[in-house]
């Protein structure tokens, strides 16, 4: 196994403390440094990760493993396009569309909420947000929303306009990728995962479920760090 760095950024809305709960566990049990940067401000929230990317990779001795959750998978699979000798892999949690984000339903939710924060307020944004949903998510959300500040509008706005990688592209990324999926999320469907997996030369899937995930957020980082491992072998498929 290839020693690294990874550099896993977080999804629409979310924050480095939940790629942290998510990936510092199952990342060093292989002995890979975690680096989990913070959200850019506002709707330079695209820009800036790519960039924290290219900062990290000159940075780094070695190859980045790169990786993140939903809004931050699709960026780091990006990036890896962009820079396949820089990248020793990627790992890609919860993949939300490919190509234009169009109707998928991460895409909805996020321009939704960025209305509802502007045209109620952060607090009863929030209360809409969390009623009736885990507790987990509950808190995960009121934490990383009210990190984001003013600027979070303008981050979910963004994050709900920009393409992902269409599956044409995906076919040239040579690099193994470990993907992770629950099977029941319908914002992030399953059937994304495995359309990504389809299309990528070196990709596995590892299914894991929303109760799994909530009752142990590192159930979504072993599911991506165990399909990552399971790419490196040739022919391991999906």
Known sequence: MPRSTAVILPGTGSDEVFVRSVFAGPLAALGVELVAPPPPPGDAVVTGYLGLLDQWAETLAGPV????ISLGAHLAAEWALRNPERCAGVLVALPAWNGDPGEAPAALAARASAELVERAGLDAALATSTAGVAPWLAGELDR???RHGD???GSLRSA????APELHRLRALDVPVGIAACVDDPVHPVSVAHAWAAALP???VCETSLA???ADREALGRAAVLAWLRAL????GS
């Open 202 to 204: 070196r990709a596995s």
């Open 160 to 163: 709900a306009a920009h393409r």
């Open 151 to 153: 600027g979070l509008p």
């Open 144 to 146: 990383a929303w009210r």
């Open 65 to 68: 493993l790169a990786g993140g």
């Open 212 to 214: 799994a995930f909530g």
């Open 233 to 236: 072998t040739p022919g391991s």
